[in-house]
């Protein structure tokens, strides 16, 4: 959709990261976490999300991340004390295990909040920090009770259930005073998750049929063993046609169908990511990381980075300056929430 007339032109999205500059803080930071056991990966994540958000740009205008490094390992804590708990009760207990596990479900999506509560709230475009106003219940619908339901329908669900923790993320989000909204259907993601559905059906499908095929018309147990080694092969090349194929395109797809659908205010996002241009970063990074042992992982972030944000713009359908002076107008005359209140992020 193109802007109404006598709009702003559409503001595409910048990034000017650079894989060199990126190495030298991936190694130290990758070098320290293991020196310390785990513990400065808190302080590490800090890092690589404020240099991505301080080189990606709107109009000239940079973001920035202000999160504490002590929220984040607090938070990550949390989470693998409550795994460890699950693990080593298990362990002893099957009972006790599974009572352990419905607590984790119970407090999960409640985790999850605080931490999409902490993120935005530490995140900043021009100075104005964004924000989640979220609740508690409806983390519990988005993240446990839908999931759950995808999952005893076989994943007969999951397109909607995908749609549902979108829209919750997203309606919920906040700059200024000025709302984030979602209108994608569930449609549209049915249509996405049903070609994948297929392509996975039809290759396991094929692949049962030639492990049935040898074994029921293999003249002798050498033959057979050939055979089920060339299916056991087949298998490995079909996983990473998935990674490498199937994954594009699905990221591809999926990124344009909830940017494409997605506004702030009066304002509309725009994605053009193409599945052939991600398959062929996917496919070189891939290599890159496996001939370089992991070295070339950095400039393999920064690659995938520069090609989806480049590849968004936020299309105005009025002028964005004023709009971000009235947003910064309310945030100072409501009073800003600080960020203490959130401090608790549990992703990694």
């Known amino acids: 959709m193109n802007p109404t007339p006598g709009a702003a032109p559409a503001r595409p999205i910048e990034f000017t990261g650079r894989g060199g500059e990126y190495f030298r803080i991936w190694i130290v930071n990758l070098a320290l976490t293991i020196?310390?056991?785990g513990i400065y990966s808190a302080w590490a994540k800090v890092r690589?999300?404020?240099?991505?958000?301080?080189?990606?740009?709107?109009?000239?205008?940079?973001?920035?991340?202000?999160?504490?490094?002590?929220?984040?390992?607090?938070?990550?804590?949390?989470?693998?004390?409550?795994?460890v708990a699950y693990n080593v009760i298990g362990y002893f207990s099957v009972a006790l295990g599974l009572i352990v596990l419905a607590g984790l479900l119970a407090v999960?999506?409640?985790?999850?909040?605080?931490?999409?509560?902490f993120k935005l709230q530490?995140?900043?475009?021009?100075?104005?920090?964004?924000?989640?106003?979220?609740?508690?219940?409806?983390?519990?619908q988005a993240f446990l009770l839908w999931p759950v339901v995808a999952y005893v329908t076989l994943g007969l669900m999951m397109p909607l259930a995908h749609r549902e923790i979108k829209r919750y993320?997203?309606?919920?989000?906040?700059?200024?005073?000025?709302?984030?909204?979602?209108?994608?259907?569930?449609?549209?993601?049915?249509?996405?998750?049903?070609?994948?559905?297929?392509?996975?059906?039809?290759?396991?499908?094929?692949?049962?049929?030639?492990?049935?095929?040898?074994?029921?018309?293999?003249?002798d147990p050498q033959t057979r063993s050939a055979l089920m080694g060339t299916i056991f092969l087949a298998i490995i090349v079909f996983y990473l046609l998935l990674f490498l194929v199937i994954g594009?395109?699905?990221s591809a797809r999926m990124q344009n169908l909830v940017w494409n659908h997605t506004a702030l205010g009066p304002h509309a996002f725009r994605s053009q990511v193409r599945a052939r241009d991600l398959f062929a970063i996917t496919l070189t990074n891939f290599l890159g990381i496996v001939?370089?042992?992991?070295?070339?992982?950095?400039?393999a972030d920064i690659r995938l980075a520069r090609y989806r944000l480049t590849h968004m713009a936020l299309a105005a359908t009025s002028d964005l300056d004023e709009f971000l002076a009235a947003q910064e107008r309310a945030v100072s005359a409501l009073g800003e929430e600080t960020a203490d209140v959130f401090d608790v992020d549990i992703s990694f």
Do not use: E, M
């Open 35 to 37: 020196l310390t056991l």
């Open 48 to 83: 690589r999300l404020q240099y991505f958000y301080r080189n990606t740009a709107i109009g000239g205008n940079g973001f920035d991340f202000h999160g504490d490094p002590k929220a984040i390992l607090k938070g990550r804590l949390i989470a693998v004390g409550l795994l």
């Open 108 to 117: 999960f999506p409640w985790l999850i909040q605080r931490s999409l509560c």
């Open 122 to 140: 530490n995140s900043s475009y021009r100075g104005l920090r964004f924000r989640f106003a979220g609740t508690v219940g409806g983390a519990y």
């Open 169 to 219: 993320q997203h309606n919920s989000s906040r700059f200024g005073d000025a709302s984030f909204r979602f209108d994608a259907s569930a449609g549209q993601f049915y249509r996405i998750y049903l070609v994948v559905f297929g392509v996975v059906f039809l290759g396991v499908l094929l692949l049962v049929a030639a492990a049935v095929a040898s074994v029921a018309y293999a003249a």
């Open 248 to 250: 594009p395109w699905f």
């Open 291 to 299: 001939l370089t042992l992991g070295l070339y992982k950095p400039f």
